[in-house]
């Protein structure tokens, strides 16, 4: 894959502006699309995870055995997406992902038992795994040719597609089925991926700069293989307090702190507002601080915000923490993802997509077995934990990591 280096020029001072290729400008856009309609099925999906646990009659057990048919079919086809995008393109594999993953949100409405809705998700995780690698691996691609750390933009859009999907399922929950909710957003991501498509597959993945040994092979030397670890794990990091805040963030609010219902439901809300916006700052602050600063600041305004989020004696107190942990959170996981695929190609992004995708499924279930053994406050503070351990390993490895840039 192409290097960053141009990246790292713009930081380091003024300089004159690159014209942008119209073409880039499309492919950025459809690429844009893409990353949206990927947050707007997988919300569009959850919001109507009751209906479908009604439908089907499955117990609390069997439910959730059922949704691991959606982590085991992303982690699975995450690697081989890597393949198919060094040996397809990552423009076509997104394209296909996203057909398919507009396709399977529509099945699992049509079943009518736990095994038979984990099969379905088998199918449903697969693209959604497949899309986030080919996305991404596109996304680096172009990162590159604009000669702008935009990485971050493209994150947001998924934010934004997840909160516009979770909103709009909210408001239609009461008056259309899952089955016809679920079929409109079929024939809405089908139609969006057909739009954003054909600029996908009119124009192959730019080429900027000639590609290093690493990003072609996908595995590069031994010490490119060890730092696309290193950013997994920063991307770990990342995504298990995302995971964690989902779950367990209302329930602190309302359980510990006494929040009405409504109250505490906003404090996901505000955790993923902040998340959005960081996000749509992120490249300025690339550009302004450069991917380690980024990186460290980040994790260390999400490790004060999350220890102020679980340990604040308030409701109005956490709120401000979850406000500051979003916005912490925001750009290590686009920043590391990222990386990852400019050292490695398509291989990098799968495997810190794995990582990221990990963490996000361990966070959740870690929350729960330490809130027994000690309380949900303390549990939650390993949120803190592991994101000020994202900041010490950036800041660590800052050095390695410029060499390998050059």
Known sequence: ???????????????????????????????????ALDGLLFAGWVVRIPAIKEQTGASAGALGLALLGVSAGAVATMTVTGRLCHKFGSHPVTVAAGVLMSLGIALPPLTHSALSLGLVLLVFGAAYGGINVAMNSAAVDLVAALHRPVMPSFHAAFSLGGMLGAGLGGLVAGHLSATSHLLILTVVGLILSAAAGRTLLAHPAPRPEPRTPAATTGTGTGRGRRLVVVFGLIALCDAYGEGALADWGALHLHQDLGARAGLAAVGYSVFALTMTLGRLSGTVLLERLGQTRTLVAGGAAAAFGMLLGSLAPTV??????????????????????????ELAGPGGVATASTFG?????????????????????LALTTVAALAAMAAAIAYGTRNVVRAAAR
């Open 1 to 35: 894959m192409p290097t960053l280096n141009k990246i790292r020029t713009a930081i380091r001072g003024p300089q004159d502006p690159i014209p942008v290729d119209p073409a880039l400008r499309s492919l950025r856009t459809a690429l844009t699309l893409f990353f």
């Open 316 to 341: 109005w107190a956490a709120l401000l923490g979850f406000a500051v942990t979003g916005f912490g959170l925001a750009n290590i996981f686009p920043v590391a993802i990222g990386r990852a695929g």
């Open 357 to 377: 995708y990990g963490g996000m499924l361990l966070g959740p279930p870690a929350i729960g077995f330490l809130a027994e053994t000690w309380s949900l406050p």
